[in-house]
């Protein structure tokens, strides 16, 4: 074999191997090249679904920002109707008919005397323009007498001296026990469905 022989089959081999060595860096490099996608890809699909899952945070989050808004509206406007109802009851106590607000003031006062002894001082106050009344309803009681104006729709509120009780039985504390008592009952009435 001349020299020539050995240095070409060197050369042969030393291209082989370079061949070799390059061929195996491309698939270095397309390895390289397709992790790095995968990796960017699977980088690419995590930030999305972590944008999705902020975007549906903040969709629920608006959500339920405006029902409870809504909500909040609702009570108050319902709260609104419920003061309206009160007063428009309030203003019908204030305008009763004369024989029904004495029938009721003389309920009241009745209903009072049983807190009182027979022999007691009592004094009834009320309505100022109920004083007539409450002066003449205090004449078929002994003991009772009328004493003044208390801030009022009706009623009265009696007063022991000797006792120290006080009945307040005006409209306005029979009004509030109803509607405390009838406060849902109304409001079904008025908002359901």
């Not at 709260?79 to 009160?86: A, F, G, I, M, P």
């Not at 049983?114 to 323009?129: I, L, N, P």
Request: charged share 45%.
């Amino acid at each position: 074999m001349s020299l020539d022989n050995v240095v070409e089959d060197i050369r042969d081999e030393a291209r082989a191997r370079a061949e070799e060595i390059r061929e195996q860096g491309e698939r270095r490099a397309e390895e390289i090249v397709e992790t790095a996608e995968t990796d960017a890809e699977e980088l690419r699909e995590a930030r999305e679904e972590d944008v999705e899952r902020q975007i549906a945070q903040e969709r629920e989050r608006a959500l339920s920002s405006a029902k409870l808004e809504s909500k909040q509206e609702r009570l108050e406007a319902r709260r609104d109707v419920l003061e309206d109802v009160r007063s428009r009851v309030e203003a019908e106590l204030v305008d009763l008919p004369q024989e029904k607000r004495e029938e009721l003031t003389q309920a009241l006062l009745e209903d009072a005397t049983t807190e009182f002894d027979e022999d007691e001082s009592v004094s009834v106050y009320g309505r100022a323009d109920d004083a007539d009344l409450l002066e003449s309803l205090c004449a078929e009681y002994d003991g009772f007498e009328y004493a003044g104006e208390y801030e009022c729709l009706g009623g009265v509120v009696v007063e022991g001296s000797d006792s120290r009780v006080r009945v307040n039985n005006t409209f306005d504390s029979v009004l509030e026990g109803v509607w405390e008592d009838n406060l849902k009952d109304v409001s079904q009435k008025l908002f359901d469905q």
